[in-house]
């Protein structure tokens, strides 16, 4: 294994012991409730349960990225125990986290000139950036380099598909994702809009789907025609949801069904309170590999 860091930020949204196991390192964002700041920590500070209930009941939901300062001081740690960085952020298409890290990467290239501190923009979001990760942690694993790593990073970042749904519009259309018009017409007439991450990643309403177990079944569809080799497709899927466990188990189950030589069963993950913070409730999103992102 090299002598360097493999890091990410908690809106990779896999678990503390899931990214301990693999030995990534990472570093938390943060969020507000009615103004009370919290560590978006994996449900430690808030769970989950207790934050969309807090949202549903009123209270206003903010969120916060990591400073040039906590960058800095993370890298630098790194840095000290004399190993180099390859660092993942969340998509520039949804945060400007990515800048920040590469502030930090700038100011610390002038103190530690023989260390190599690489920042890659995931392009990806919640456990579709987790699956990256873990395909990184593989590749470090399995004897690559930093460079390596790097140059693969930058390659295939958008072969990681993202495609979601949300049985409740509330949070989406007061963030702006979804028109008051729209949400409200979806409402009514119980349509669960499907989005994607596109190949900027920034996310992009794609589909109307009328009725929750219909939009299930679609969303398992956009798996058999965009995931690798189709339904001969032997890598891993994670899924993520803000509160709605059945219905993720439930996507969980047709993909395993449909898809045999899958490695491993599908892993189910919490969306973080970052993510969820813009979600709010009711959110399953399924993340595979595929071909490469173009619109």
């Known amino acids: 294994m090299g002598e360097y860091v493999l890091s990410c930020c908690s809106t990779a949204d896999l678990s503390k012991e899931y990214l301990t196991k693999r ?34 009941e009123g209270e206003e939901a903010k969120t916060s990225q990591v400073s040039v300062g906590e960058y800095t001081e993370f890298f630098e740690g790194a840095l000290k125990e004399g190993k180099d960085i390859m660092h993942v952020t969340l998509s520039t298409g949804i945060s400007g986290t990515y800048n920040s890290a590469c502030v930090a990467r700038d100011m610390l290239a002038e ?13 990806g979001a ?23 790593l790097y140059k693969w990073a930058l390659e295939h970042r958008r072969n990681v ?23 409200f017409i979806g409402s009514v007439m119980g349509i669960c809009p499907l989005l994607n991450v596109d190949y900027e990643g920034k996310l992009i309403p794609r589909e109307k789907v009328r009725t929750k177990s219909k939009t299930i079944k679609r969303i398992v569809e956009k798996m058999e025609q965009n995931a690798q080799d189709g339904l001969d497709y032997s890598g891993k899927c994670f899924i993520s949801h803000s509160d709605c466990l059945e219905d993720a188990k439930e996507v969980a189950r047709l993909v395993e069904e449909k898809f045999k030589k899958l490695d491993g069963k599908v892993e189910i993950f919490p969306i973080g309170a970052v993510i969820g913070s813009h979600t709010g409730p009711g959110t399953v999103a399924l993340f595979f590999w595929g071909n490469e992102r173009n619109n």
């Open 126 to 148: 919640s456990s579709g950036y987790g699956l990256l990760m873990h395909a990184l942690a593989d590749m470090r694993d399995s004897g690559a380099e930093i460079d390596e």
């Open 23 to 56: 030995d990534i390192r990472y570093l938390c964002f943060h969020f507000a409730l009615n103004q009370q700041e919290y560590i978006d920590d994996f449900g430690a500070c808030v769970s989950p349960h207790e934050l969309y209930r807090r949202m549903l």
């Open 161 to 183: 598909h993202h495609w979601f749904f949300s049985s409740d519009l509330t949070f989406y259309i007061k963030g702006g994702r979804v028109s008051k018009t729209a949400g």
């Open 111 to 123: 103190n530690y000139p023989d260390r190599k501190i690489y920042v890659v923009d995931s392009l």
